[in-house]
């Protein structure tokens, strides 16, 4: 593996991701479209697109002035994604004929689209894998997933996501990591197992928050008076958070 060309399951569900040995790792939370956000965030970090990776926590699109731009950014070497509810929903629509709800939660922007556009839109978002992992600069692995882990072990996602399990215990699982917020509900400080740390997206908090080894990311940059909140991992294992 080398750091931006995964090894990807069967079912193109997980992603994984090697050591990157020429740049810096970054971690953001929910972008719903704030695309120049995400740019002052890169530009404070003085980002590198040539040796660089940045992992959004999925939900790229909705409710920001800039969804189509942050969509077409997962074309770009390094942006290197997990897929949202709200992604979900682009894909349902553009793919699958419908999207209930999604109208109601900034979904506009998708429909102001002709035909062609959305589906091209959805295809990119498809290719979004439910999770990912990737060695990290202090060389232990670290997982993405939008919402959740609906697991106690990583490992164990991993092969469910992949289908090891069967289609139907990776559907389950899949509709879980894009939608629940029950370890948030529950304040459970449980660890993942097989896994250096967790980062989601999802639920909106007033400021990073780790449960266990949990970490949410997603402190609002769509709503009024949120913040897009970057992480760079360091090799030490610090952790250097950028915000705007």
Known sequence: MNGRTPVVSGNGCYHEYGA???????????LHGEAEKLADLLSMARFDWETDRIFPAGDLVDRGPLSLRVALMTRQPGFIAVRGNHDQWCIDAGLKGGAPDHLKHGGEWFYELNVLERTVVAKLLSQLPVALSFIGPCGRKFGLVHADCPHHDWSHFEEILSGEWGNNVCAYFAHKAIW??????????????????VFVGHTPVDQVTT????????????????????IELKPDGARQIYQV
């Open 20 to 30: 990157n040995r020429v740049g810096r790792d970054f971690v953001v939370g929910d």
């Open 180 to 197: 629940s917020r029950k370890r948030y509900q529950q304040l459970d400080a449980s660890l993942v197992g097989n896994v250096e740390s």
């Open 211 to 230: 449960l266990g080894n949990v970490t949410y990311l997603d402190t609002g940059a769509c709503f009024e008076g949120g913040r897009l909140t970057m």
